[in-house]
T-cell receptor, first 113, second 117 residues
Framework: GDSVTQMEGPVTLSEEAFLTINCTYT??????LFWYVQYPGEGLQLLLK?????DKGSNKGFEATYRKETTSFHLEKGSVQVSDSAVYFC????????????FGQGTRLTINP | GAVVSQHPSRVICKSGTSVKIECRSL??????MFWYRQFPKQSLMLMAT?????????EQGVEKDKFLINHASLTLSTLTVTSAHPEDSSFYIC?????????????FGQGTRLTVV
C-alpha cells in the first residue's frame, strides 16, 4: 500500500539556520503531496501542497517540490525562526480528492534563539 | 480557513468504561470526516471514514464494535471507544473534508489524548 517515510527527529536548529526535512513516498498512481504542521496544543494545519510532478508548494517561507523521479517531497526553509518550532508531517492522498491521508511519522523541530 | 473542533482534548478513564470523542465542523458542513489514531513516535493511522447519514467505513484491522462512529449531522461526528483498555491509550484526531469548487482540503481538530488506567 501507499506509505510515507520522513526524516526522523527530533531536529534542533539555531534561529536563521537552513532547514531540510526529508520526505519520500511510495504510491500507486499519482498522489497529491502535503506538508502539515502541528503547533503545541493545536490541530494539524496544512502548510503547503503539490498536486502533480514538478509542482512547488510554498507558504510562510517553506517550500517543497514534488519530485516524481525520486518520489520525494522534501521540506525546506532558508532561515528558520523560533516560531517555526512544531511537529511537521508529510502526507499523501489519492488524486481523487477523497482526502484519506497517509502520513509520515512526523518530525519534531525545535528552534533555539 | 475552516475550523474543526474536537472535544475533549484530554481524557482519562478507567478500564472497562466507554469514552466519547466529538468532532465538529464549526463553519462548514462536512459530509465526510476521518478518524485517525497516533501511537507515540509513529504516524497518524487512518481508522475509519465517517459518512453523514450512513455507516462508517473502517480500515483493515480496526474493530468496528470497539470504535463506534456516528455521523448524525453534517457538522458532528463522534467516536466512542467502548470497554476501553490500557492499549487503547493513544492520541485520536479527526479531520473534516471540505470541497470548494475543484479543490478539496482536510481540516483537522486539535486531537484527543486518551489515557486508560
Amino acid at each position: 500500500g501507499d506509505s510515507v517515510t520522513q526524516m526522523e527527529g527530533p531536529v534542533t536548529l539555531s534561529e536563521e539556520a537552513f532547514l531540510t526535512i526529508n520526505c519520500t513516498y511510495t504510491a500507486t498512481g499519482y498522489p497529491s503531496l502535503f506538508w502539515y504542521v502541528q503547533y503545541p496544543g493545536e490541530g494539524l494545519q496544512l502548510l503547503l501542497k503539490a498536486t502533480k510532478a514538478d509542482d512547488k508548494g510554498s507558504n510562510k517561507g517553506f517550500e517543497a517540490t514534488y519530485r516524481k523521479e525520486t518520489t520525494s517531497f522534501h521540506l525546506e526553509k532558508g532561515s528558520v525562526q523560533v516560531s517555526d518550532s512544531a511537529v511537521y508531517f508529510c502526507a499523501l492522498s489519492d488524486r481523487a480528492g477523497a482526502q484519506k491521508l497517509v502520513f509520515g511519522q512526523g518530525t519534531r523541530l525545535t528552534i533555539n534563539p | 480557513g475552516a475550523v474543526v473542533s474536537q472535544h475533549p482534548s484530554r481524557v482519562i478513564c478507567k478500564s472497562g468504561t466507554s469514552v466519547k470523542i466529538e468532532c465538529r465542523s464549526l463553519d462548514f458542513q462536512a459530509t465526510t470526516m476521518f478518524w485517525y489514531r497516533q501511537f507515540p513516535k509513529q504516524s497518524l493511522m487512518l481508522m475509519a471514514t465517517s459518512n453523514e447519514g450512513s455507516k462508517a467505513t473502517y480500515e483493515q484491522g480496526v474493530e468496528k464494535d470497539k470504535f463506534l462512529i456516528n455521523h448524525a449531522s453534517l457538522t458532528l461526528s463522534t467516536l466512542t471507544v467502548t470497554s476501553a483498555h490500557p492499549e487503547d491509550s493513544s492520541f485520536y484526531i479527526c479531520s473534516a473534508k471540505l470541497t470548494h469548487g475543484t479543490s478539496t482540503e482536510a481540516f483537522f481538530g486539535q486531537g484527543t489524548r486518551l489515557t486508560v488506567v
